[in-house]
Structures are given as C-alpha cells and as structure tokens.
C-alpha cells in the first residue's frame, strides 16, 4: 500500500509549532493560498498526520496567489476567501466548495484601550480608511465611545499589501456599511486604498498583526484567530440591528446560520452584515479550489480526504474561533465532488 506524506509550510509568521517535518515525503499534496484560515489548516494537519501518517504541504500566499497557482495548475489545490463566480469557476475548469467560516475583526493598537472595550460602527470604520478619522478623539468615535478617555493619537489603518480574501471580505463589508465607501473605493482583493488616510501595508493576515501590535495608534482587520494568538486588542462592532457585539464564537455562529448555502451557485455565498440581534457583522467562509479533470486522481482522491477528515473535526476549529459547515452543506459539497472531480478518462475521484 502507498504511503502518503504532507508537509506543512507557510510563509507567514505563524507559530512554527504546529508545522511538522518528516524526515522523507513519498507523495506530497500541494496546496496553497489564502493566509485567513491557516491556523486551521495547520491544527488539522498536525492532528491528521498523527492519526494517519499524511501531512500537508500549504504555503500561506494569500487568496490572490492561491486563485494563480490553481489556474496555472501548480498545486494540487488552491485557497481563497474570495470565492469566484460560476463563470470563474467553468472557464477554469474549476470547482470550489468552503472549508470552514471564520471572522475578521478590528484590532488596534491605540494608547489606554483595552480589548473589547472600543466600540465602532461599520460606517465609523470606512470614515477611518478613507481618511475622514484622523485623530483617535475624533467626534465620530467619540460619539460612539462616551464612557472611554480617548488620546488625541493619530489613527494609522493598516492594510493588506497582497491580493488578499480577507481584503475582499472587509471591503464588501465597508461598501455595505457606507455609501461613500461604495461610490468612491468599492470592494476587491486588491484595491487603491485612499491617500487620505495615513497606512502602512502588510503581507498576510500576520504581516497586519504584527504591525498593529508593534505600531502605536495603528488599526487592522485580521482574521479572528490572528487576534487570539498575538494578543491583539480587538474592538466591538455595531450589527445589522443595531446591537454592539464582541468577537465571540457565539456571535459568529449567530452571523453563520443565516447561510444560505442550497442557493449559492457553485458555492460563491458572502456572509457579512448578517440580521440578528448577536451576529457579528464581519463573517466569511473560506474556500478550496480544484481542477474538474484531474491528471493525478490518486492524490486529488487524498485531498479530498484531507478536507472530509477536517469537515468531522470541527472541533478543532471550534477551538480557534472557526465556525464549521453545517452537516447539509458537507452532504452538499460530498455530493458535488462526487459528481464533478473526475479522472481523466471519466471515472469518479470520490465515491460517497
């Protein structure tokens, strides 16, 4: 019987713990892509290679690089948490179904805040990366902070400096809280980020914590576990419905069950600005894409694996903030890959 090995790698600044290096690989699985949801990826990789002797080989590039190398056909599979459209996807060849949902929060790094205690809205939060903020004590979040002593400090935004999901999914969310946002910047992986407001950018869901957590008056957005893991002082948000929510699981699944997955072709579903009264406004789902023709179905077979392995262990997601996939949706995306990812002369590559 062929033994397969995976090595798991990154080029982000992630905990070096979690990776795993085995003295030889008889077959790699390649994958590489979006940095939002690499903390679960790593914690599935380590439990799985303990279980099954498999491991993978993920270089965290960011979403934009992700969609690169699986249209070029260079891994095995490719990450994004900017979903493509069914067009993207026929074009390509592609399919693409979602992994996990998770949350991207503010944090900040502003003098005598602690976490959870700043609160801001979403158009308070576009005024800040458009410029319109430019001190800590401005009126604006003042207004929404009464109880707070704000310095007069200057806010600095920091930003993605790649092709980034993470970006898609924080400027949808911005055109959606403010008009303004929506007229004038607009949503995408990669976008001109006003000149107004002072930023610096960095690479990687890492790259934007470590400079706000090194950076005085700086503000980001990072997915939730980036936050937990370098102790970054998050904020609170105002929903849909007007309620101030901490970045909690509780808000998140709040915000994911409104997921209306049966209705989203070719899986491309965005999750922000949520209704109910504990959703926290900024949710996403991040999502693997592969090739419909698989040249290699032996190894398309084990990443498939891997991926179901994950979808019954959603625990360890649990664990990081992530949200799992429902049961439906996993009985959705099975069936999809059952009837989509074929070898080259036809045959099925999974078998439910």
Same mark, same amino acid.
């Given at each position: ?173 911005? +055109?959606?809280?403010?008009? =303004?946002? /929506?007229?004038?910047?607009? $949503?995408? &992986? @990669?976008? *001109?980020? !006003?000149?107004? %407001? ?79 009264? +504990?959703?926290?406004?900024? =949710?996403? /789902?991040?999502?693997?894409? $592969?090739? &419909? @023709?698989? *040249?290699? !179905?032996?190894? %398309? ?52």
């Amino acid at each position: 019987m062929k033994k397969y090995t995976l090595v798991l790698t990154s080029l982000v600044a992630l905990s070096a713990s979690t990776l795993i290096a085995p003295a030889m690989a008889a077959t790699t699985i390649n994958g590489a892509g979006a940095t939002f949801p690499y903390p679960v990826y790593a914690d599935w990789a380590k439990a799985y290679n303990q279980e099954t002797g498999v491991q993978l080989n993920y270089q965290a590039i960011g979403s934009g690089g992700g969609i690169k190398q699986i249209e070029a056909n260079t891994v095995d599979f490719g990450a994004s948490d900017a979903p493509l459209s069914k067009d993207e996807l026929d074009k390509n060849g592609l399919v693409q179904f979602p992994a996990v949902m998770g949350s991207i929060v503010p944090v900040v790094n502003v003098k005598g805040i602690k976490a959870g205690e700043l609160k801001l809205s979403g158009e308070a939060l576009a005024d800040i990366y458009l410029g319109k903020v430019k001190y800590w004590d401005d009126a604006e979040v003042k207004a929404l902070n009464t109880n707070l002593a704000l310095p007069h400090q200057m806010v600095i935004a920091v930003h993605r400096s790649d092709g980034s999901g993470t970006t898609y999914n924080y400027t949808d969310y911005l +055109q959606r809280a403010s008009k =303004t946002w /929506a007229s004038q910047v607009g $949503m995408g &992986k @990669e976008i *001109a980020w !006003p000149k107004a %407001a002072t930023g610096l950018g960095g690479k990687g869901n890492a790259g934007v914590a470590n400079l706000v957590k090194r950076t005085p008056g700086t503000i980001g957005y990072v997915e939730y576990a980036y936050a937990e893991q370098n102790n970054l002082v998050y904020t609170q948000m105002k929903n849909k419905e007007g309620h101030f929510v901490k970045p909690e699981l509780a808000a998140f699944q709040a915000a994911a069950a409104n997921a209306d997955w049966s209705h989203a072709p070719g899986f491309k579903l965005m999750l922000n600005d949520q209704p109910g009264a +504990q959703s926290w406004p900024m =949710t996403a /789902a991040t999502f693997i894409l $592969m090739h &419909k @023709e698989q *040249a290699n !179905p032996a190894t %398309a077979k084990e990443v498939l694996k891997f991926f179901q392995w994950g979808y019954q262990h959603g625990d360890i997601a649990t664990k990081l903030g992530y949200v799992p996939m429902p049961s439906n949706v996993v009985d959705m995306v099975q069936t999809m890959w059952s009837k989509e990812i074929k070898a080259k002369d036809g045959s099925a590559v999974y078998q439910q």
